[in-house]
């Protein structure tokens, strides 16, 4: 009950396309979605976040749409570009803990 | 802000020697974790620390790992004795306040190789 499905594993875009990258819990307690980004050779760092009383956040070409119902989450990155190729993780928390649990990560690659 | 900072940033070394990495957490940030990264396994939540007082250390391997942070700027993660398995990149993140809702700042990570 406390994973974080996330697909998929890998993902090929063309420039200018969408990525989409899903993933799914089951804890409702979940309260706080975020998306991190890592390059090779950083650490992850936070792209975007959504809370789930809300059931979309855009921020710039990156968007997360919730569906609470259906216990799921995706980023979008529109206009996708070369230099967004890195690995994806979603993540859930519940705000009364400390604790993050992470997807297994999407590998992007946007082809030039 | 510097962000988090981890030292070394590539560390090799030969099975059954002590390994010790380090961790300098954002200023003013009062939770402090070590994740270790794998491909087989991901991303693992090995410690948590709120106020320099590990909080959680079920995410530890075995008797091998130790963790301290002596204040508020410096943590260590310690492997004795390292062995091959080991090998991985361990980070190190920290937060303001202790609800999940806070953001973990990452550190650009320690490359560990146990030969």
């Known amino acids: 009950q406390q994973q974080v499905k996330q697909s998929p594993q890998s993902l090929i875009v063309q420039k200018g396309g969408i990525s989409i990258i899903n993933c799914a819990y089951e804890?409702?307690?979940?309260?706080?979605f975020p998306w991190y980004q890592q390059f090779p050779g950083k650490g992850p760092a936070l792209l975007i976040a959504?809370?789930?009383?809300?059931s979309e956040k855009k921020e710039g070409r990156f968007t997360i749409s919730f569906n609470k119902s259906a216990k799921q989450f995706s980023l979008h990155i529109m206009d996708s570009q070369p230099g967004d190729s890195a690995t994806y993780f979603c993540?859930?928390?519940?705000?009364?803990?400390?604790?993050?649990?992470f997807g297994t990560g999407t590998r992007l690659k946007v082809l030039a | 802000d510097a962000g988090v900072i981890q030292s070394p940033r590539h560390e090799v070394t030969e099975m059954g020697q002590e390994v010790t990495l380090r961790c300098k957490p954002i200023?003013?940030?009062?939770?402090l974790f070590w994740y270790r990264q794998t491909m087989m396994r991901g991303l693992e939540l090995l410690i948590y620390?709120?106020?320099?007082?590990?909080?959680?250390d079920s995410g530890m391997p075995e008797d091998r790992f130790s963790a301290k942070m002596p204040n508020a700027s410096f943590s260590t993660l310690k492997i004795q004795p390292s062995e091959p398995r080991d090998s991985a990149v361990y980070f190190c993140?920290?937060?303001?306040?202790?609800?999940?809702?806070?953001?973990?700042?990452f550190g650009p990570g320690t490359r560990l190789t146990v030969l």
């Open positions: 993140a920290s937060s303001s306040g202790t609800g999940g809702v806070n953001t973990q700042y």
């Open positions: 804890n409702t307690a979940f309260d706080y």
């Open positions: 959504i809370r789930p009383d809300v």
């Open positions: 993540a859930a928390s519940h705000s009364g803990t400390y604790k993050y649990i």
């Open positions: 200023s003013g940030h009062n939770s």
């Open positions: 620390f709120n106020n320099n007082v590990p909080i959680d």
